[in-house]
């Protein structure tokens, strides 16, 4: 998919390319977040409510990534269509 983003004479236009490109951006930040929420929720105990606090803003970054991966599969069925 990459590929036919970085190709000037491609049928993408630049709006797709810039969002795709924000797309991996959020991606990246999610996963960093997602890390770092799960290593701290890992240091308290499951009935704890920092545990299930953390583990309630987990379950936010897990929908933020559903809702970029379906943007991103707009994306990508977009650019397979012509």
């Known amino acids: 998919m990459d590929h ?13 390319r810039i969002q795709y490109i ?10 960093k977040q997602l890390e770092a929420v799960i290593f ?11 545990y299930k606090q953390l583990s309630e803003q987990l379950n936010h970054i897990l929908a933020q990534e559903a809702y970029y991966e379906k943007k991103l599969n707009t994306l990508n069925s977009k650019s397979f269509s012509y």
Do not use: C, G, M, V
């Open 4 to 16: 036919l983003y970085a190709k000037e004479n491609s049928h993408i236009t630049t709006y797709d």
């Open 22 to 31: 924000q797309i991996l951006i959020h991606f990246r930040y999610l996963e």
């Open 40 to 50: 701290e929720r890992n240091n308290y105990p499951e009935d704890s409510q920092e």
